[in-house]
């Protein structure tokens, strides 16, 4: 079953075409990849998928849904959760409040009730909780849950960008280079916690650098170049495709892409 | 151990302010009562510049819908004062809906200069007679006192269990709702608003609760402060009121709830006991500012993490 579908997709900054008639389908429960050089416009098209852009042409169909024109808090409350490029934490609040984040739209308790605390309010805040706690646990953070979350390591920010997102219960689940900046181990780790996130039954698409990383868990690589799509297939397609190797797999550089979002913010 | 400590700190307070007026006399306990209007006052603004982290300098322009709202349904009709808390309540509230609608978007000091306008506009609307209601820079005199059935308002010592109470009431709803996902969710807004979208959070929306619901308390303790003038003017409600507000924010101790309220204290209170040195008052102001902001910049009381009964939760309970 096709879960986020996603057709002829066009977006334009001033002159730039950042993303040209890109199309692509993601399964349900599958790891999918979308990989290409820096400023191919994955970030771009993440962004377009999660509503912090609005696209200039084409449509996303999500589970039955047009995304197109939603708000991104309604996104999220459609299924789709994501992780940011540059980690974006609530810095000064505790790790466990920062994966509370993602229960909120899955909660119903008005001012009123809150103000009052009335038992239906007590008894979801409590569940809100249990939840937070099973996702920390989920990705290992547990025992760092009282410290705020910039005193975090690099690489445990990212894994409580994961618990956030996975806290808003998504079907879906988009990560943006999440093994930037970590080391091997724990790479390592990622990737078996990517592994047990498609065994709970989600969908993960992510963007990523890390070729090892990529060729290991994704069943299904999408590779955009200067915005277009060049190629789709298996990890072994892909290794083989003659202009995947010359637009990418020969060159090795590092990353410093799609910094227009962080500068423009979201007005 | 904490929870402990904090328990005999309001327990403390409590009796300490219970006990004012048995030992003061009716000036000082007019000072204890500006202190309460003006602690539930900044409270109301630690909505929108505490737990959001929205500039807001316009605070009074609520403050002024609330209280005009109340003299002039008081004067021409005769409604009781206290019908009209509620109602006063709801006044500033859909005026802070309308204003901030519109705004809403608006990022930081932008946002500063247009809830200055507003309370500008306000102002300098009441002192024009706006619709004939407002009786220009005379204001509105012969506002009546709170009745209650058994109790009639009218001596300071009578206001300060009015206010007190008032105000004991909104801490206990205030601090409730700080422990809800919806002062979580401000304080989301406060650390990173693309984040907190991103992570299913309506900012845009919860941005505009902050000020409505300020802006209903705002406009409740107008009613009081209107009760208890039985006269209101614009000067009383000009830019500066808002600056003082959200300077006991600030000082205070953004998003804390005893901060806010030491702040009151130390604004409204030093002030008059330190009233032989009445010219020299703006220089200490001004100096403890720039000494706070340079030393202690999170204010004197900075909100404490909040605690959740982690331990509580079963492995295997039910979840979200």
Same mark, same amino acid.
């Given at each position: 079953?096709?879960?986020?579908?996603?057709?002829?997709?066009?977006?334009?900054?001033?002159?730039?075409?950042?993303?040209?008639?890109?199309?692509?389908?993601?399964?349900?429960?599958?790891?999918?990849?979308?990989?290409?050089?820096?400023?191919?416009?994955?970030?771009?098209?993440?962004?377009?998928?999660?509503?912090?852009?609005?696209?200039?042409?084409?449509?996303?169909? #999500?589970?039955?849904?047009?995304?197109?024109?939603?708000?991104?808090?309604?996104?999220?409350?459609?299924?789709?959760?994501?992780?940011?490029?540059?980690?974006?934490?609530?810095?000064?609040?505790?790790?466990?409040?920062?994966?509370?984040?993602?229960?909120?739209?899955?909660?119903?308790?008005?001012?009123?009730?809150?103000?009052?605390?009335?038992?239906?309010?007590?008894?979801?805040?409590?569940?809100?909780?249990?939840?937070?706690?099973?996702?920390?646990?989920?990705?290992?953070?547990?025992?760092?849950?009282?410290?705020?979350?910039?005193?975090?390591?690099? &690489?445990?920010?990212?894994?409580?960008?994961?618990?956030?997102?996975?806290?808003?219960?998504?079907?879906?689940?988009?990560?943006?280079?999440?093994?930037?900046?970590?080391?091997?181990?724990?790479?390592?780790?990622?990737?078996?916690?990517?592994?047990?996130?498609?065994?709970?039954?989600?969908?993960?698409?992510?963007?990523?650098?890390?070729?090892?990383?990529?060729?290991?868990?994704?069943?299904?690589?999408?590779?955009?170049?200067?915005?277009?799509?060049?190629?789709?297939?298996?990890?072994?397609?892909?290794?083989?495709?003659?202009?995947?190797?010359?637009?990418?797999?020969?060159?090795?550089?590092?990353?410093?892409?799609?910094?227009? #979002?962080?500068?423009?913010?979201?007005? | 151990?904490?929870?402990?400590?904090?328990?005999?700190?309001? /327990?403390?307070?409590?009796?300490?302010?219970?006990?004012?007026?048995?030992?003061?006399?009716?000036?000082?306990?007019?000072?204890?009562?500006?202190?309460?209007?003006?602690? /539930?006052?900044?409270?109301?603004?630690?909505?929108?510049?505490?737990?959001?982290?929205?500039?807001?300098?316009?605070?009074?322009?609520?403050?002024?819908?609330?209280?005009?709202?109340?003299?002039?349904?008081?004067?021409?009709?005769?409604?009781?004062?206290?019908?009209?808390?509620?109602?006063?309540?709801?006044?500033?509230?859909?005026?802070?809906?309308?204003?901030?609608?519109?705004?809403?978007?608006?990022?930081?000091?932008?946002?500063?200069?247009?809830?200055?306008?507003?309370?500008?506009?306000?102002?300098?609307?009441?002192?024009?007679?706006?619709?004939?209601?407002?009786?220009?820079?005379?204001?509105?005199?012969?506002?009546?006192?709170?009745?209650?059935?058994?109790?009639?308002?009218?001596?300071?010592?009578?206001?300060?269990?009015?206010?007190?109470?008032?105000?004991?009431?909104?801490?206990?709803?205030?601090?409730?709702?700080?422990?809800?996902?919806?002062?979580?969710?401000?304080?989301?807004?406060?650390?990173?608003?693309?984040?907190?979208?991103?992570? &299913?959070?309506?900012?845009?929306?919860?941005?505009?609760?902050?000020?409505?619901? &300020?802006?209903?308390?705002?406009?409740? /303790?107008?009613?009081?402060?209107?009760?208890?003038?039985?006269?209101?003017?614009?000067?009383?409600?000009?830019?500066?009121?808002?600056?003082?507000?959200?300077?006991?924010?600030?000082? &205070?101790?953004?998003?804390?709830?005893?901060?806010?309220?030491?702040?009151?204290?130390?604004?409204?209170?030093?002030?008059?006991?330190?009233?032989?040195?009445?010219?020299?008052?703006?220089?200490?102001?001004?100096?403890?500012? /720039?000494?706070?902001?340079?030393?202690?910049?999170?204010?004197?009381?900075?909100?404490?993490?909040?605690?959740?009964?982690?331990?509580?939760?079963?492995?295997?309970?039910?979840?979200?």
């Amino acid at each position: 079953m096709t879960l986020l579908s996603i057709k002829n997709l066009t977006k334009r900054f001033g002159g730039l075409l950042a993303v040209d008639d890109v199309s692509f389908d993601v399964e349900q429960g599958r790891i999918v990849g979308l990989i290409g050089p820096n400023g191919a416009g994955k970030t771009t098209v993440f962004n377009l998928i999660t509503g912090n852009y609005i696209p200039d042409e084409g449509r996303i169909m #999500f589970d039955g849904h047009s995304l197109t024109g939603l708000k991104t808090h309604k996104i999220v409350a459609l299924g789709i959760a994501r992780t940011f490029q540059t980690i974006r934490l609530f810095k000064n609040l505790t790790v466990l409040e920062n994966v509370m984040a993602g229960c909120h739209c899955r909660m119903n308790s008005g001012i009123l009730s809150s103000m009052l605390r009335i038992p239906f309010q007590r008894r979801e805040e409590r569940m809100a909780l249990a939840r937070a706690l099973k996702e920390l646990e989920f990705v290992g953070l547990k025992q760092h849950m009282d410290i705020n979350a910039m005193n975090l390591s690099y &690489g445990n920010q990212r894994l409580l960008e994961i618990a956030r997102a996975l806290a808003s219960n998504p079907k879906i689940i988009i990560l943006d280079e999440p093994a930037g900046g970590m080391n091997d181990y724990e790479t390592t780790q990622l990737v078996l916690l990517i592994e047990k996130m498609q065994k709970r039954g989600l969908t993960v698409l992510l963007i990523e650098h890390d070729m090892n990383l990529v060729m290991r868990i994704c069943e299904d690589i999408i590779v955009l170049e200067h915005g277009a799509r060049i190629a789709q297939g298996t990890p072994a397609e892909i290794t083989q495709d003659q202009r995947v190797i010359e637009a990418y797999l020969g060159i090795e550089e590092e990353d410093e892409e799609d910094e227009a #979002f962080e500068a423009e913010g979201r007005d | 151990m904490r929870k402990h400590k904090n328990t005999i700190q309001v /327990v403390a307070f409590t009796v300490v302010i219970l006990a004012c007026p048995f030992f003061l006399d009716a000036y000082w306990i007019d000072v204890i009562n500006n202190i309460g209007l003006y602690a /539930v006052l900044a409270l109301s603004l630690n909505f929108i510049v505490g737990y959001t982290g929205l500039f807001h300098m316009g605070h009074a322009a609520f403050f002024a819908v609330g209280a005009y709202a109340t003299g002039i349904l008081n004067t021409s009709y005769d409604i009781p004062i206290v019908l009209l808390l509620p109602v006063s309540g709801l006044a500033a509230a859909l005026f802070a809906y309308l204003v901030a609608r519109p705004i809403i978007h608006l990022r930081g000091d932008y946002l500063l200069i247009v809830t200055i306008a507003i309370v500008e506009i306000v102002r300098i609307a009441l002192v024009n007679d706006i619709f004939g209601l407002t009786g220009g820079s005379n204001g509105i005199f012969g506002i009546s006192r709170p009745d209650f059935y058994f109790f009639d308002i009218r001596t300071p010592h009578q206001f300060f269990y009015y206010i007190w109470a008032f105000l004991a009431l909104s801490v206990l709803l205030f601090y409730n709702l700080e422990k809800s996902r919806y002062v979580r969710a401000l304080n989301y807004i406060k650390n990173d608003e693309v984040a907190a979208e991103g992570s &299913g959070v309506n900012v845009d929306h919860l941005k505009l609760t902050a000020f409505v619901l &300020g802006a209903f308390w705002a406009g409740m /303790v107008g009613n009081i402060y209107a009760s208890k003038m039985t006269l209101i003017s614009p000067a009383s409600f000009s830019f500066w009121e808002s600056v003082i507000l959200f300077v006991i924010v600030i000082l &205070g101790g953004s998003g804390s709830i005893r901060g806010v309220i030491l702040g009151a204290f130390l604004i409204i209170g030093l002030p008059e006991i330190f009233r032989q040195f009445a010219g020299a008052r703006m220089l200490v102001f001004g100096g403890a500012m /720039v000494a706070m902001m340079v030393f202690r910049p999170q204010g004197f009381l900075p909100p404490l993490p909040r605690k959740y009964p982690v331990h509580k939760i079963q492995p295997g309970e039910k979840t979200l």
